[in-house]
């Protein structure tokens, strides 16, 4: 390919007026000017990316799996706004969109975005040609151990049946919101990783893969940049699995892409370092993925407790490593910091209903974020057992999850098999207890006090994964008047767009990709939802029991100014209880991006 | 090539599909248990598979028992397998060529049912006066798999040849197994349509096999037939079309599987010798070294209590 056939990661490159940021990123300075987008508008711009693609991919206009080796390429595929799945208005215009981030060259000196022009992690920069081989072939090793029965147990049957056995009909690219919010892109089509991964392993695993390569699909060259590629690709899906639960034979692409990360991590060393370093590291090391220690965290709650009386007029002291105590409540820690009203919620909740409940102080014992589930066994299993471990120490009857997704997966379930012998303890949802209390009469409410218009998201992790569907909803349609579906809901529901780690990874230009591509099905589900009144003197809520998705949703609604344009705020489900509670008398829900 | 030939390659290409087909079936049963992944709906979960909702719903699940709605599940992967449902819920447009041809296979399979009882039966010398039953059920589930089959097949691949996205993951070899379903169907439903005796030549093929009588003959279509279909069986167990073994699996021992571990239990002692295992990933922080094993790196958190403690 001659060197003039360059693709620019965005095709508005050009046409923005950037500034660099401290963080060696640009960003735009506003939105798109009218007569630029006029020019788009006549189609300049994207005729000749077409023109520059066709010359690439010939007729198809879509990169093929293979094309994912070839390094000739500044980027496989470029993404660009104009091209994604429309919204609803007011947020249709293009040119009232916020932009997206162009990579200085600094920044990406460090990292790999000739995917799709994005960067989800840095990535070691090999300084020669022999380190780079080297690199490789421990990514092959690492391939070689994930189909291991001693290395890779935990998941080598739902594995090498998602290998073998697809057929290739694609059912699983109309239920993925990654590829059609982003407007169909052929590289984040579920099947597109997972054919790179298979040809991989057809190829340079089973014996004799090299012979008649072509004929049997296995038409890939590994080198640098398939592999760095993929790397980035591993990180373009919510691990949501919405595809999997559509696929007739049962093949998950999901799956893929997790083992596709534990490669990665677990034989290279590379993850992103929100997940890893800053994620179950300093989890395991200092107690909490936030940083906070147990001196901290006790302040932290002394001060909400405080805050919480007076605001709601009702005196709680959280308990602390009370030994013996029915439930000790692991909140994601994140909600302390970022949320303070909910663990604030859980406190005055369990208090006025008289359970005999506590928390931990000890490292990881206050945290229940498990960053591990997204991408490294070993991280995952170190965290369970500690958090089981702290259970037992302090004589818990039961471990009650807080108000997030993929603490409820990897405590509950995924972490329930090396949660066998000595470490078993009874785990269970807060959502599940949340109902018993609500409809136990031990708390007098009035629903009035909720007569807003109220939606709900379905964490995936709690939902789909779990099965754990109704609880959240009967609270919901008792407490709240004004309560509505979002379309499709419950197991069948879209994920935020922040799952598998994504709502607490911002590197680089990394934001704007989940905001405005993951999360853009899920903005749409609630512009729909609220449809009936998208003014924005109505104020709305959507009830997100997650600390994650509400992370994204918060991103999300920020960066399009949905509470001006439309009213639209959002929070978790032990809020609104409070909200409703006839000993609150001021309102505990404000109606204000936090 | 002559009937006696087919007969004896016939054996051959049965002795391999049979090997191939238990060797297969019983690696992907003997895979380690793994860790849970559950996807809802699991049908089992009685009063709440309909909407998707688990056990881990109700309060102290462990201290209730587990209620499994087993009529729900095989009704469940009833609609599965005869209708192909997922594909109608959430891929009409691959439906209508899918289930003709999956329809098309289930018929043949009774017909094969009917063509083995039949050669058996002609060998053992029994064929009473409801033996024409074979007969006439051969041609009707053989001539109504046979059009569909072949209609399916054909469809199938010119979808796959016409949908960007379909034919970007499929492989030259997947056109090929598409060509010789349809070469497998196109020749049975010609010698449906041509061959005078068609049931009575297929019994009499069936009893061949039975009794090693080398000296029938058929008509040159229906060995042609033959052909496609037992070269077709012995290649089966080699491709991604064994997945009709392959989704008992992805069903009830990924997605429908959430069993909980008790301590003590079988499963609890699956795990240990599973957690005994010695680990290789070659990554600093998991601090393996080849000798220790999973317990060992997963109780290994690396703090340095010591440094956090000042």
Known sequence: ?594 | MTTSALILLSYVLLAVFLLAFVLRSVRLARFPVHLRWELSPVPHEKGKGHYGGSYLEELEWWNKPRKKDHVAEITYMAKEILFLKALWEHNRKLWWFSFPFHLGLYLLVGGAILFLLGGLGAVLGIQGPGWGIFSRGIVVLAGGGYALGALGAIGLFLTRLSDKGMRNSTAPVTFLNLLLLFAMFATGLWAVLTVTGFAGQVLAFGGALFSADLGVEIAGILKAHFLFAFLFLAYLPFTQMMHFVAKYFTYHKVRWDDEPVVAGSKLDRKLKVLLGQPVTWAAPHIRADGKRNWVDIATDIGRKKEEVDQ
Not at chain 1, 421 to 429: A, C, F, T, W, Y
Not at chain 1, 576 to 584: G, P, R, S, T, W
């Open chain 1, 1 to 594: 390919m001659s060197d003039d056939v360059q693709v620019k990661s965005t095709a508005t490159a050009e046409e923005q007026r950037p500034t660099q940021n401290e963080d060696g990123m640009t960003q735009e300075t506003g939105n798109r000017s009218a007569t630029e987008m006029q020019a788009r508008d006549e189609g300049t711009k994207t005729e000749e990316t077409k023109a520059d693609r066709k010359k690439i991919w010939g007729k198809k206009e879509k990169p093929r799996v293979k094309d994912i080796s070839r390094k000739e390429l500044d980027v496989l595929e470029p993404v660009s706004i104009d091209e994604l799945m429309p919204l609803p208005p007011p947020y249709d215009k293009i040119e009232e969109q916020p932009g997206w981030k162009e990579m200085s060259e600094e920044a990406k000196a460090g990292t790999q975005c000739t995917l799709d022009g994005f960067a989800a992690s840095p990535i070691p920069q090999p300084e020669s040609p022999e380190e780079e081989e080297e690199l490789v072939e421990a990514f092959v090793s690492g391939l070689k151990k994930l189909l291991s029965r001693e290395n890779n147990w935990e998941f080598l049957q739902p594995l090498t049946l998602s290998i073998d056995y697809c057929v290739g009909c694609q059912t699983c690219a109309d239920a993925c919101h990654v590829f059609k919010g982003s407007g169909e892109k052929e590289i984040y089509r579920p099947t597109y990783r997972s054919e790179v991964f298979r040809k991989l392993v057809k190829k340079y695993v089973k014996p004799g893969g090299k012979i008649l390569s072509h004929f049997t699909g296995a038409d890939i060259d590994l080198n640098w940049e398939t592999v760095t590629r993929l790397y980035e690709l591993a990180y373009r899906c919510n691990l949501c699995r919405r595809c999997a639960q559509t696929c007739p034979i049962g093949v998950d692409n999901g799956l893929i892409a997790h083992e596709l990360r534990k490669v990665f991590s677990q034989e290279l060393g590379w993850a992103p370092r929100e997940l890893h370093e800053k994620g179950t590291e300093l989890q395991l090391q200092i107690g909490s993925s936030t940083g906070m220690n147990p001196v901290v965290v006790k302040d932290n709650i002394e001060f909400i407790d405080e805050d919480m009386e007076d605001e709601t007029g009702i005196h709680v002291e959280t308990p602390f490593d009370k030994e013996d105590a029915e439930y000790l409540l692991i909140h994601n820690a994140g909600e302390i910091l970022a949320w303070p009203e909910n663990p604030g919620a859980f406190s005055i909740i369990m208090e006025k209903a008289g359970l005999d409940w506590t928390m931990s102080s000890e490292e990881v014992g206050y945290d229940g974020v498990n960053y591990g589930l997204f991408y490294d066994d070993v991280q995952l299993a170190r965290i369970a057992l500690t958090h089981a471990q702290i259970g037992k120490k302090l004589g818990a009857k039961k471990l009650i999850m807080g108000e997030c997704g993929h603490q409820h997966k990897a405590l509950m379930t995924v972490a329930d098999r090396v949660l066998g012998g000595d470490n078993n303890i009874p785990r269970e949802s807060a959502l599940t207890l949340l109902e018993e209390i609500v409809f136990s009469g031990k708390i007098e409410f009035d629903p009035s006090k909720n007569d807003f218009p109220v939606t709900l998201h379905d964490p995936c992790n709690i939902v789909r994964n779990l099965g754990i569907v109704e609880p959240q909803r009967r609270i919901l349609r008792y407490l709240c008047p004004q309560f509505r579906e979002m379309t499709p809901h419950g197991v069948d529901n879209y994920c935020c767009g922040g799952g598998s780690g994504f709502a607490v990874m911002s590197p680089f230009n990394f934001t704007d990709w989940r905001v405005s591509i993951a999360s853009r099905m899920k903005f749409k589900q609630i512009l729909d939802a609220f449809a009936d009144q998208p003014e924005p003197e109505v104020k709305k809520y959507i009830c997100a029991p997650c600390s994650n998705c509400k992370g994204q949703i918060r991103d999300v609604l920020q960066y399009y100014g949905a509470l001006d344009k439309s009213g639209i705020t959002y929070g978790g489900l032990v809020e609104l209880i409070v909200n409703a509670m006839v000993d609150v008398e001021e309102p505990f829900i404000h109606w204000e991006m936090h």
